[in-house]
């Protein structure tokens, strides 16, 4: 069992985060989406938090630095990332959804290029890069082929697309502070930060309120699994592999959560998957294999290695 362990991890990992795009679906459908986010951050906070003081000798931000680190990730990869994500899910089904936040290591990559000047952009992280947005473009058909109005099918999509790329702008502006604070201790406080952030943001809305919450079981069902597993569990997996992986293999996990996300939407909200969208995201994976082709061929014995060893 032991020699599977990181294989095992992965695959677990790529199910949780893949049908969370499922779990916000159904959850939308009874709780109004910017609330929704927020309390599903309160939740995985407070445990993140609770890790982070058993399993560090610092579980809380000490230095101007560290704080400026939790502001970053707090702003851009919990609380603009969550806020555009869950609006956007309203109306962009759950394997469409998956395949464009997909993007986020691309365009982490695009990013790193503009704010740290020891990257490069070869021409053929160029070309990796204009595949991701052809995938989208493909995707974005895929979801339009009927008589609907451009508001309730380009729009929706596009605040998916804002939530990949708030996510990968902070995920490059977090590289740039130099704070030596445990990832554990980050992300707990950057959960808490980013939850009240969307709580004032929720409150600015006129069609949201608590008295706007449906509290069915499929709603709680919906906010445990998203703040517990999809959250919580999910980061505690993410950080466990962090040290046995690289991050390519990390960035993987994106291209195997739409996997998960698919089957989890035709499943439990009869989600239809068109080819269209498997071409999409065949598009999008390969700009990530472009843009990353000489650390995934520096890598891949390693990673053969690690994925069935016990390490």
């Given amino acids: 069992m032991s020699r599977y362990r990181n294989l095992l991890l992965f695959i677990v990992l790529a ?15 009874f709780i109004p989406p910017v609330l929704f986010a927020a309390i599903r951050y309160d ?13 560090t000798d610092r579980w809380r931000p000490q230095t101007g630095d560290e704080w400026k680190l939790v502001l970053v990730g707090g702003a851009l990869m919990i609380a603009a990332y969550h806020v555009f994500l869950f609006i956007g899910e309203q109306e962009t089904p759950s394997a469409a959804a ?3 936040v997909s993007l986020s290591p691309i365009l982490t990559t695009g990013f790193a290029r503009v704010f740290l000047p020891s990257e490069r952009l070869t021409p053929a992280g160029i070309a990796g890069l204009l595949l991701g ?26 605040l998916v697309f804002l939530a990949a790329l708030s996510f990968a702008l902070g995920s490059v502006l977090t590289q740039r502070i130099e704070a030596d604070l445990p990832i554990e201790t980050m ?30 079981p499929e709603a709680i069902a919906a906010i445990v699994y998203l703040s517990i597993f999809a959250s919580a569990v999910g980061f505690l997996i993410y950080f466990d592999l962090l040290d046995r992986l690289g991050p390519v293999e990390i960035n993987l996990v994106s291209y195997v959560a739409p996997v998960f996300a698919a089957i ?13 969208t498997v071409a999409g995201f065949c598009i999008v994976f390969t ?10 061929s520096r890598e891949l014995p390693r990673i053969t290695g690690v994925f069935t060893s016990g390490r």
Avoid: D
Avoid at 287 to 296: D, E, N, V
């Fill in 15 to 29: 199910a949780f985060w893949g049908s969370a795009f499922m779990a916000i679906r159904a959850g939308l459908e």
């Fill in 43 to 55: 939740v995985a906070g407070v445990l993140m938090l609770a890790y982070a003081v058993y399993a």
């Fill in 98 to 100: 998956a395949v464009i």
């Fill in 133 to 158: 947005f052809v995938g989208v473009a493909v995707l974005s058909f895929a979801n339009n082929g009927s008589s609907e109005s451009l508001a309730t099918t380009i729009v929706p999509q596009f």
């Fill in 187 to 216: 992300e707990a406080w950057s959960m808490l930060l980013g939850a009240v952030m969307m709580h004032v943001i929720s409150v600015a809305r006129p069609s949201e309120s608590i008295s706007a919450i449906e509290w069915t």
């Fill in 264 to 276: 989890t939407g035709w499943f439990f909200l009869q989600e239809p998957v068109t080819p269209l």
């Fill in 287 to 296: 700009g990530f294999c472009l843009l990353k082709r000489q650390a995934i």
